[in-house]
C-alpha cells in the first residue's frame, strides 16, 4: 500500500524553500530601498524609458541564470 506521507513532506520541503525564497527578495529588495532610495528611483525610470522587447530579453536571461543557479546549488 502506498503511504502519502513522503509525498507530502517532499512537498512542504520545497514550498518551505520557495517561502524562504520570497523572504529573501523582500529582504534584497527592503535594504536596497533603505539604503539606496535615490538610485532605486533612477534605475525604476530608466527601465520605463526601455522598449518592452529588452526588458523581457532581460528578463528571460535573468530567469535562465537563476534556474542554473537554483539547479548547480540543489545539485551539490
Known amino acids: 500500500m502506498n503511504n502519502p506521507v513522503p ?3 517532499m512537498y512542504r520541503v520545497y ?15 527592503g535594504i536596497f530601498l533603505a ?6 528611483r533612477q534605475i525604476l525610470s530608466l527601465l520605463d524609458e526601455m522598449p518592452p ?7 528571460l ?3 535562465a541564470i537563476g ?5 548547480l546549488l540543489k545539485t551539490i
Do not use: S, T
Open 67 to 71: 534556474v542554473m543557479l537554483v539547479w
Open 35 to 40: 539604503l539606496f532610495p535615490h538610485r532605486v
Open 15 to 29: 514550498m518551505i524553500d520557495f517561502l524562504i525564497a520570497l523572504a529573501l527578495v523582500f529582504v534584497i529588495e
Open 53 to 59: 522587447e529588452n526588458l523581457r530579453k532581460g528578463g
Open 7 to 9: 509525498g507530502y513532506l
Open 61 to 63: 536571461v535573468c530567469a
